[in-house]
């Protein structure tokens, strides 16, 4: 089956800092992928539908100035959290879609803020 | 607007037993997908079965089958068979062309030995 990669798996940084995670297919090209966000024991959120080559389409309630989303290519989109502070600490998963609408989902980056 | 109701926030099945794992969902759509996920303690999300709201006839993937009711709006996931690999959360989740994606709140299944 297709794979979908994230980098890095977890994370650590001090409340302020900017934090970048990848999301790549590593064999099928997505012009859609999707980036989730996950709670202890809670269901996968949608945060954001991510196009290539366009402006990502935000989830009503999540901040586009402090999730910024770039798909830059048909292989690899990018969520930073800028001035990441506790409330951010979650796991957040991403997917890529392919040509059959099929989600194929990365193995998600656990994200810790201090 | 698109929900995904899982009612079951845990269950256990013995080993080489069969479970049923209920969901159900509203939408307006008329084309949509409903799918299983599973997703094991290394939190990774993994496909169990997918089932295009056209087709009549209930998906199957070897010892995990639904059984499709769409006039209900109800899609239940059968697990024959259990194993204890299939210890998991599970997830119900609705698809179409204007709402991408909607996770129920999931189910956690322990297969005991």
């Known amino acids: 089956g297709a794979v979908v990669s994230q980098h890095p798996s977890w994370v650590i940084c001090k409340s302020g800092t900017s934090v970048k995670i990848e999301c790549r297919s590593l064999d099928f090209q997505a012009t859609t992928m999707f980036w989730y966000r996950q709670f202890p024991k809670q269901s996968l959120m949608l945060m954001a539908t991510?196009?290539?080559?366009?402006?990502?389409?935000?989830e009503q309630g999540v901040e586009k100035d402090k999730f910024l989303i770039n798909h830059a290519s048909l292989t690899l989109s990018t969520l930073t959290v800028t001035s990441a502070h506790p409330e951010d600490s979650s796991f957040y998963i991403c997917?890529?879609?392919?040509?059959?609408?099929?989600?194929?989902f990365g193995p998600g980056t656990r994200l810790t803020v201090l | 607007a698109q929900t995904v109701t899982q009612s079951q926030p845990e269950m256990s099945v013995q080993e080489a037993e069969t479970v049923t794992l209920s969901c159900t969902y509203d939408?307006?759509?008329?084309?949509?997908?409903l799918f299983w996920y599973k997703q094991p303690p290394s939190r990774q999300m993994i496909l169990v079965i997918r089932?295009?709201?056209?087709?009549?006839q209930n998906a199957t993937e070897n010892r995990f089958s639904v059984n499709f009711q769409k006039a209900a709006k109800s899609f239940s996931l059968k697990i024959s068979d259990s194993q204890l690999g299939d210890t998991a959360m599970y997830f119900c989740?609705?698809?179409?062309?204007?709402?991408?994606?909607?996770f129920g709140t999931g189910t956690r299944l322990k297969v005991l030995a």
């Open positions: 939408t307006s759509e008329n084309n949509y997908y």
């Open positions: 991510s196009n290539e080559g366009s402006k990502a389409t935000y």
């Open positions: 997917s890529a879609e392919d040509r059959d609408n099929e989600q194929f």
């Open positions: 089932q295009e709201a056209y087709k009549q």
């Open positions: 989740a609705l698809s179409s062309g204007t709402y991408k994606y909607i």
